[in-house]
């Protein structure tokens, strides 16, 4: 009998896996998670990549850690056991695992690098976030801190460390200081980018490996856009 021959038929990029853990590399326009487009999500693809590559029969398990939105790229983990999913939750919980954004943004923030606070409310009647200067009703509190790491010809490319992980928190809150990001019509930027995605970008993540206990640090690679290829350059 001859041996199955594994074709990543989705093309997903893998750019970790174990026996616990797989982390993908987002495209424009996946949704992680299920939701009510019906559109296949990313969960889905990563599970079909799972049981053709080792061939296994009957349904096979993922759990989902985090999200992305839509139009954003970058780093996704999955965890591939139910063993390591509760792990790799509480790693997250403890702010244990650092995640790394890219940004590109339209307008220099006034500050080269800054931490900026806000509260965020959440208007689920148009998935949009709002932020206020001081506590109100329904509201979280919001933290980064970003850095200005490349001036582009008419953008400039910000790296972003989050605090907390609020609904569309990078994007509202670098709105707020005047500076949205590239195709991010929702939060000021004045046109979308063709393909529907915006400018940012889940770039590094890295954690100690919740069974294993050795260091993950993985980055992703950018998209292929002449834009990202000029942070790159």
């Not at 990029?13 to 590399?25: A, G, K, M, P």
């Not at 650092?98 to 009647?125: G, R």
């Not at 609904?167 to 500076?179: E, K, M, N, P, V």
Request: aromatic share 8%; with cysteine; proline share 5%.
């Amino acid at each position: 009998m001859s041996k199955k021959t594994f074709s990543n038929k989705n093309n997903l990029q893998v750019l970790f896996e174990d026996n616990h853990i797989i982390i993908v590399n987002k495209r424009a326009g996946d949704i992680v998670q299920g939701d009510k487009t019906g559109d296949k999500p990313l969960s889905d693809v990563v599970k079909e990549y799972i049981k053709d590559k080792y061939n296994k029969p009957g349904n096979v398990y993922l759990g989902t850690v985090h999200r992305l939105d839509r139009p954003t790229t970058g780093l996704v983990i999955f965890a591939k056991t139910s063993k390591v999913l509760p792990r790799l939750n509480k790693l997250f919980i403890s702010k244990d695992i650092k995640k790394t954004y890219w940004a590109v943004v339209k307008n220099e923030p006034t500050k080269s690098q800054d931490t900026l606070t806000h509260w965020l409310k959440k208007n689920p009647k148009n998935n949009k976030s709002y932020t206020y200067s001081k506590e109100v009703n329904e509201s979280k509190k919001a933290i980064l801190h970003y850095k200005l790491i490349k001036k582009l010809d008419h953008y400039f490319l910000l790296e972003i460390n989050l605090e907390t992980g609020r609904h569309h928190q990078i994007r509202t809150q670098l709105a707020t200081i005047g500076s949205p990001i590239k195709g991010d019509l929702k939060y000021g930027f004045d046109r979308n980018n063709k393909d529907a995605s915006i400018h940012l970008h889940a770039r590094n993540i890295s954690f100690i490996h919740p069974v294993k206990n050795e260091v993950i640090n993985i980055n992703a690679p950018l998209p292929k856009d002449p834009i990202w290829e000029a942070c790159s350059s």
